[in-house]
């Protein structure tokens, strides 16, 4: 199974502020058909995780743009430019380049 | 608007069968554009994939639950199955349905949208 790997697990942030989020694969996301296979989600409180971003850096439909996705290979990041209190829950990263598809641990944001 | 929603019992006898249903509506099974997911959360973990199915028939399964997994399909009411089998505690969790588009080589994309989740839960 690939491994994905977040960092840090938890964060706070003040409003305004940015954060940034971490995550690592075991193995190269990267297909032959010149995709990488990797993902972004936000799962608040009460609610199912929602895509945010696909494919590394593509927001999904009505995403904010204050929410961007990079990297390559096996290191990736999310980033939120300017931190807002309806962005509080848990963030994960997702391979699907190979079965069995998996998640990261997951990262808590919360505001200061 | 494409909507997915579980339903089945909340509560399962360990080492009975768990039974769940994703009614879809906005979207048919039937148009093969789609894998139609399951994912599971146990309290206060992450997520797991737990598998797919195609209407053509095809399955996939994570090989930590494979041998005790079906997930089936019921094109005539739009709705997908998950059966697990032979329950333990271990297997109390929020379980989502989910519905992903692929790519011409078969890769999974994004899962969107998720039904709103099902608690279900092991116990005597």
């Known amino acids: 199974d690939i491994v994905m790997t977040q960092t840090p697990l938890s964060l706070s942030v003040t409003p305004g502020q940015p954060a940034s989020i971490s995550c690592k694969s075991s193995?190269?996301?990267?297909?032959?058909?010149?995709?990488?296979?990797l993902y972004w989600y936000l799962h608040r409180p009460g609610q199912p995780p929602q895509l945010l971003i696909y494919?590394?850096?593509n927001r999904f439909s009505g995403v904010p743009d204050r929410f961007s996705g990079s990297g390559s290979g096996t290191d990736f990041t999310l980033k939120i430019s300017r931190v807002e209190a309806e962005d509080v829950g848990v963030y994960y990263c997702m391979q699907s380049i190979q079965l069995p598809i998996t998640f990261g641990q997951g990262t808590r944001l919360e505001i200061k | 608007q494409v909507q997915l929603q579980e339903s089945g019992p909340g509560l399962v006898k360990p080492s009975q069968t768990l039974s769940l249903t994703c009614t879809v509506s906005g979207s048919s099974i039937s148009s093969g554009r789609y894998y139609w997911s399951w994912i599971r959360q146990p309290a206060g973990k992450g997520l797991e994939w737990i598998g797919r199915?195609?209407?053509?028939?095809?399955?996939n399964y994570n090989p930590s639950l494979r041998s005790r997994v079906t997930i089936s399909v019921d094109t005539s009411k739009n709705q997908f199955s998950l059966r697990l089998n032979s329950v333990t505690a271990a297997d109390t969790a929020v379980y989502y349905c989910?519905?992903?588009?692929?790519?011409?080589?078969?890769?999974?994309?994004?899962?969107?949208?998720w039904g709103q989740g099902s608690q279900v839960t092991v116990s005597s």
């Open positions: 494919e590394v850096s």
């Open positions: 193995q190269s996301l990267l297909h032959s058909d010149g995709k990488t296979y």
């Open positions: 989910a519905r992903v588009p692929f790519t011409i080589f078969g890769v999974a994309r994004g899962f969107d949208p």
């Open positions: 199915i195609h209407i053509s028939g095809n399955t």
